[in-house]
T-cell receptor, first 112, second 115 residues
């Protein structure tokens, strides 16, 4: 299995909703990442997990809450989002030290 | 903040022509990577070049790295309509001689290859 699987592919949520994005990989990668991408912009790093521990938080608002239950799973819990949080959310994984990332196909999130 | 700046922002060529995209960056790096993204989908890793390498090939792709100028280029030879996509460079930055453990993406080049 050489894929990163993200669910759902599309999500529409209200500003008072709570939802979660899910990411799964079975490549044995010990680093996993959440990126946010707005239209016509490059991906921007949100969080890095290394060996299931949060190693980097790029000053992301607390309405985004990451979780890494085990080495194969990464979740992003969403609560009280704003319309400007609408974007493509990308999960990625990698081996450590100078290897390329494998990206999922993303969750397109719309906040109404 | 975005590390890499790419040019051109957009490139339009005919099938069979070569496409060259450039990337500049500001800090010391562990490696530089190139990714392709088709129309709002996930990114696909194309090639990685380490800071001690100057040139690398993979199929129709050729990447160069000049650490003295803090720049890299991606050449796609004999382009095909299927190469139409956005291309991003991404840097694995060094801090204190150690990788920060994250990739920072450049602004990207939109490549259109006309049949």
């Amino acid at each position: 299995d050489t894929e990163v699987t993200q669910t759902p592919k599309h999500l529409v949520m209200g500003m008072t909703n709570k939802k979660s994005l899910k990411c799964e990989q079975h490549m044995g990668h010990r680093a996993m990442y959440w990126y946010k991408q707005k239209a016509k912009k490059p991906p921007e790093l949100m969080f890095v997990y290394s060996y299931e521990k949060l190693s980097i938080n790029e000053s992301v608002p607390s309405r985004f809450s990451p979780e890494c239950p085990n080495s194969s799973l990464l979740n992003l819990h969403l609560h009280a989002l704003q319309p400007e949080d609408s974007a493509l959310y990308l999960c990625a994984s990698s081996r450590r030290d100078s290897y390329g990332y494998t990206f999922g196909s993303g969750t397109r999130l719309t906040v109404v | 903040s975005q590390q890499g700046e790419e040019d051109p922002q957009a490139l339009s060529i005919q099938e069979g022509e070569n496409a060259t995209m450039n990337c500049s960056y500001k800090t010391s790096i562990n490696n530089l990577q190139w990714y392709r993204q088709n129309s709002g989908r996930g990114l696909v890793h194309l090639i990685l070049i380490r800071s001690n390498e100057r040139e690398k090939h993979s199929g129709r792709l050729r990447v160069t790295l000049d650490t003295s100028k803090k720049s890299s280029s991606l050449l796609i030879t004999a382009s095909r309509a299927a190469d139409t996509a956005s291309y991003f460079c991404a840097t694995d930055e060094l801090g204190g001689g150690t990788s920060y453990g994250k990739l920072t993406f450049g602004q990207g080049t939109i490549l259109t290859v006309h049949p």
